[in-house]
């Protein structure tokens, strides 16, 4: 059972645009949720963090939207740059320990 | 900011012979330390949770015999790969957490390939 889904495996932007990725999750436990970028052979960095009690969070040109009732979250990178390609996981933690769940990654391609 | 060191970052190996992996907390004291595997195109999948002095816990599905895990201190831990086969063969990454209201800081993986 995924209880973390990234629903597309890649996509491909133009540099200076907006990226967005998204993520879905199943378990309302869950209250800590976090973005990872990994380049190949690579372990992840992370890169942004939301706590379920706010709706927003924003770093530079990263911001993560909450969206609590549809169980829904997304990583918005504006403008999108060539080094922003990488594949970025979502995560989520919740309840009683600090398990991280992963979903299976997007593709993120910034075309120059 | 806080670093997490993991070794080695590739290895070859043969079916049947053993592979240890160290994971290195090296600017603050791991309490509790993770170790993930990733197969190509999957997520990260958790393995086991290890805290300092007391033996690891496996997630359902992963082989405990197979998968040694020793957390001997609060800046290593340790993951043994017994008698390692072909399907063993993937990415590795550790993570350290240095309490429990803290992200956790990665590795930077090992890619184990078994011939």
Redesign the interface.
């Known amino acids: 059972d995924q209880q973390v889904k990234q629903n597309s495996p890649s996509l491909s932007v133009q540099e200076g645009r907006i990226s967005i990725l998204n993520c879905d999750y199943t378990n309302s436990m869950f209250d800590y949720f976090l973005w990872y970028k990994k380049y190949p052979a690579e372990g992840p960095t992370f890169l942004i963090s939301i706590s379920s009690i706010k709706d927003k969070n924003e770093d530079g040109r990263f911001t993560v939207f909450l969206n609590k009732s549809a169980k829904h979250l997304s990583l918005h990178i504006v403008p999108s740059q060539p080094g922003d390609s990488a594949v970025y996981f979502c995560a989520a933690a919740g309840g009683a320990t600090n398990k991280l769940i992963f979903g299976t990654g997007t593709l993120l391609a910034v075309q120059p | 900011g806080a670093v997490v060191s993991?070794h080695p970052?590739?290895v070859i190996c043969k079916s049947g012979t053993s592979v240890k992996i160290e994971c290195r907390s090296l600017d603050f004291q791991a309490t509790?330390m993770?170790w993930?595997r990733q197969f190509p195109?999957?997520?990260?999948?958790?393995m086991a949770?290890s805290n300092e002095g007391s033996k690891a816990t496996y997630e359902q599905g992963v082989e405990k015999d197979k998968f040694l895990i020793n957390h001997a201190s609060l800046t290593l831990s340790t993951l043994t790969v017994t008698s390692a086969h072909p399907e063993d063969s993937s990415?590795y990454?550790c993570?350290a957490?240095r309490d429990?209201n803290e992200?956790?800081?990665?590795?930077?993986?090992t890619?184990l390939s078994v011939l």
């Open positions: 993991q970052s590739w509790t993770f993930y195109k999957q997520s990260l999948m958790l949770t990415f990454i993570s957490i429990t992200k956790l800081f990665f590795g930077s993986g890619q």
